[in-house]
């Protein structure tokens, strides 16, 4: 099973939809959660990190529900600016230093016109 | 904002050659890593450093490998024999102590002929 796993779509969306992707992890010891994007041939690009409660950045909302080892991100109102690869990220600890990045495959989204 | 630098931005280079790639991470962060991307792949975690020593390391970053932080500013990935399948491109990221996010410079794309 892949640590993380993310539907790899592509989602092809209209302007002002609203898009949501789901992201699994396989390890409970995960800590740490986080969305970032990353356009073609760049860098990945934090997007948000991701609490227990839920968090919001303008039309950017994440949750995390560490009983289903389960993240989502909502983006509403989509922009064409929107359009690259989302991925999942996650930090395992598994000891007092441990603290590399375990990346998903990402989720593609175009915001078409 | 600052940003994390890599240079070169691309390296072409022969099978067997010994290549160095360079970083900048942010200035007052504490930890630094080395992740690579090969074309259409996952971003994958190759070693993390701190304090001067390695921290952890993927089984990716096998003996070909080194790093070194030589100054105060700079952070190397040395390849000592480069093989075909190590072309790719390598993110160099730096985090500061406690949040655990970590942010990406431009990378350099190595290709291996």
């Known amino acids: 099973r892949k640590e993380v796993e993310q539907d790899p779509g592509p989602f092809n969306v209209p302007e002002g939809a609203t898009v949501a992707f789901n992201c699994t992890y396989s390890n409970s010891a995960s800590q740490s959660f986080f969305w970032y994007r990353q356009d073609c041939r760049k860098e990945p690009k934090l997007l948000m990190s991701v609490y227990s409660s839920g968090n919001e950045d303008g039309r950017f909302t994440a949750q995390l529900n560490r009983a289903s080892q389960y993240i989502s991100l909502l983006i509403r109102d989509s922009k064409l600016s929107d359009s690259a690869t989302y991925l999942c990220?996650?930090?395992?600890?598994?000891?007092?230093?441990?603290?590399?990045?375990?990346f998903g495959s990402g989720t593609q989204l175009t915001v078409l016109p | 904002e600052p940003e994390v630098t890599q240079t070169p931005s691309h390296q072409v280079t022969q099978m067997g050659q010994e290549v160095i790639l360079r970083c900048v991470p942010i200035?007052?962060?504490?930890?630094f890593y080395w992740y690579r991307q090969i074309l259409g792949q996952k971003v994958e975690f190759l070693v993390s450093f701190y304090n001067n020593e390695i921290s952890e390391k993927s089984e990716i970053f096998d003996d070909q490998f080194s790093v070194e932080r030589p100054d105060g500013s700079n952070f190397t990935l040395k390849i000592r024999s480069t093989k075909l399948e190590d072309s790719a491109m390598y993110f160099c990221?730096?985090?500061?102590?406690?949040?655990?996010?970590?942010?990406f410079g431009p990378g350099t794309r190595l290709l291996v002929l």
């Open positions: 200035s007052n962060h504490l930890y």
């Open positions: 990221a730096s985090s500061d102590a406690g949040s655990g996010a970590q942010y």
């Open positions: 990220v996650v930090r395992v600890i598994s000891s007092g230093s441990a603290r590399q990045l375990t």
